[in-house]
């Protein structure tokens, strides 16, 4: 049995991977990493032209029809296919803490 996916604004059903989760499952306004591409090789190499290399920021705007993304400064839209082959994690910024922020008076 797979586990819940790992980004906090994924759609509710379940990922296969414990770790990544397809970009075509995360909800709008979520920024994520992309961590694997799993297309032919050929659209790999597509993908990556675009901009959607391992550890690069893409932002999901949209998920309407297809799916609209902000990467590298451009938006752009993906098939729903497509972006099934897009493998993702949620974003950690490390100077950000995970816990309440304390404000010092």
Do not use: W, Y
């Not at 059903?13 to 499952?25: E, K, M, S, T």
């Not at 591409?37 to 690069?56: C, H, K, V, Y």
């Not at 839209?77 to 950690?92: H, K, N």
């Amino acid at each position: 049995m797979s586990e819940a996916c790992p980004v906090a604004h994924c759609a509710p059903d379940r990922c296969a991977a414990p770790a990544v989760c397809p970009l075509n499952r995360v909800r709008a306004g979520t920024t994520v990493v992309v961590k694997q591409l799993t297309a032919s090789p050929d659209m790999n190499r597509r993908l990556r032209e675009m901009g959607f290399g391992e550890e690069q920021r893409v932002k999901v705007l949209s998920l309407a029809n297809n799916l609209l993304c902000q990467v590298c400064n451009a938006r752009l839209g993906l098939s729903d296919r497509l972006a099934e082959t897009i493998l993702v994690q949620p974003l950690t910024h490390p100077l950000m803490p995970s816990g309440p922020v304390r404000l010092a008076a």
